[in-house]
């Protein structure tokens, strides 16, 4: 399968600071990614869809002016993570979807952690 | 409103047994389904998918039916792996895929040896 890579990892942070997530799409180009953020112990929720030269769309309930979404390129979407608070902390994914064949490729994920 | 359910949060399964995950689903317009297999701190990997013109689909050890009219679908493994251990989720779309996809709250899936 496709391959997405996601950086960083794991990012632990102060109240009140800004954190930018990279997902790459490695050896395919991607029109759409999308971002997934999981609790402990729940499934993934969708925040947004992002699409590359246009804005994003955001689901319900989740804060774009909170959390920014660019999609510079065919393989780079970025998730700023702006004035994170402790409720921020969370496990970010994100995932590339090839239209053909119609199946979404995940990220390693991203653990944030907010103080 | 859950759009698709996974009513099992766990299974217990020997090794070498057929494990069978369920998926339940509400919305009549998705047209696609697919099942993730998930680690802890990882991002979900693609196991098989299933289109809404199939009603079965295999690879290898791994097979999902679908029943449309019940809404239903199933992931089947076998012979189940000690390495099959992890947290399966089933997703759904209405647009091939391609677009995005709705998840059900996973089912952790342990194969006992």
């Known amino acids: 399968g496709a391959v997405v890579s996601q950086h960083p990892s794991r990012v632990i942070c102060k109240s009140g600071t800004s954190v930018k997530i990279e997902c790459r799409s490695l050896d395919f180009q991607a029109t759409t990614m999308f971002w997934y953020r999981q609790f402990p112990k729940q499934s993934l929720m969708l925040m947004a869809t992002s699409n590359e030269g246009s804005k994003a769309t955001y689901e319900q309930g989740v804060e774009k002016d909170k959390f920014l979404i660019n999609h510079a390129s065919l393989t780079l979407s970025t998730l700023t993570v702006t004035s994170a608070h402790p409720e921020d902390s969370s496990f970010y994914i994100c995932?590339?979807?090839?239209?053909?064949?119609?199946?979404?490729?995940f990220g390693p994920g991203t653990r944030l952690t907010v103080l | 409103d859950q759009q698709v359910k996974q009513n099992s949060p766990s299974l217990s399964v020997q090794e070498g047994r057929i494990s069978i995950l369920n998926c339940d689903y509400t919305?009549?317009?998705?047209?696609?389904f697919l099942w993730y297999k998930k680690y802890p701190a990882e991002g979900p990997t693609f196991l098989i998918s299933?289109?809404?013109?199939?009603d079965k689909n295999e690879d290898g050890r791994f097979t999902v039916f679908l029943n449309k009219s019940a809404k239903h679908l199933s992931l089947h493994i076998v012979p189940s792996q000690p390495g099959d251990s992890a947290v399966y989720f089933c997703a759904a779309s209405d647009e091939g895929g391609a677009q995005k996809l709705v998840f059900g709250q996973g089912t952790r899936l342990t194969i006992n040896p």
């Open positions: 995932s590339a979807g090839q239209t053909s064949g119609g199946v979404q490729f």
């Open positions: 299933i289109s809404s013109i199939k």
């Open positions: 919305n009549s317009m998705f047209d696609y």
